[in-house]
């Protein structure tokens, strides 16, 4: 009789380059966030300018993290678990940020509530996409 035994074991380190990217998106959209709720309070225009800068940032940061996903897929061994959810993640991070950014191009007025909403989902997936990056461990069974 065989049985099957799922255990964890450890992943390859995250290559600091990547891990840098990772984290350096995250507080850019936390700011964007905090920017538009300081708009729909306050109605300055300036925060949602702030916003659209924040946001700009933490898609080139997301931009690079993409890129290194992709790198990883690539690399990838795949007998130790490959995990494409973390790339499937990075890559709809950024498109909801591209479009996120393109909402708060408009009109300070226009923008609300479609950006804000935005911004939490991209913000959400940030971390998200930072947890799953930073997860060293990978699930795979054993006979």
């Given at each position: 009789?065989v049985t099957a ?61 993409l890129l290194c ?75």
């Open positions: 009789m035994t799922a255990e964890p074991t450890h992943a390859a380190p995250l290559h600091p380059a990547h891990a840098f990217f990772l984290s350096a998106m995250v507080p850019l959209f936390l700011g964007a966030v905090l920017s538009d709720y300081a708009y729909t309070t306050s109605y300055q225009v300036q925060w949602v300018n702030f916003a659209i800068w924040l946001i700009a940032g933490g898609l080139v940061f997301a931009g690079f993290a996903e992709v790198a990883k897929f690539l690399r990838a061994d795949r007998r130790r678990g490959l995990r494409p959810i973390a790339l499937l993640v990075v890559l709809v991070l950024w498109v909801l940020g591209l479009i996120d950014a393109f909402v708060h191009s408009r009109d300070a007025f226009a923008t609300m509530p479609t950006g804000f909403v935005l911004s939490i989902v991209v913000f959400v997936l940030a971390c998200i996409a930072t947890w799953l990056g930073f997860t060293s461990y990978r699930w795979r069974s054993t006979p």
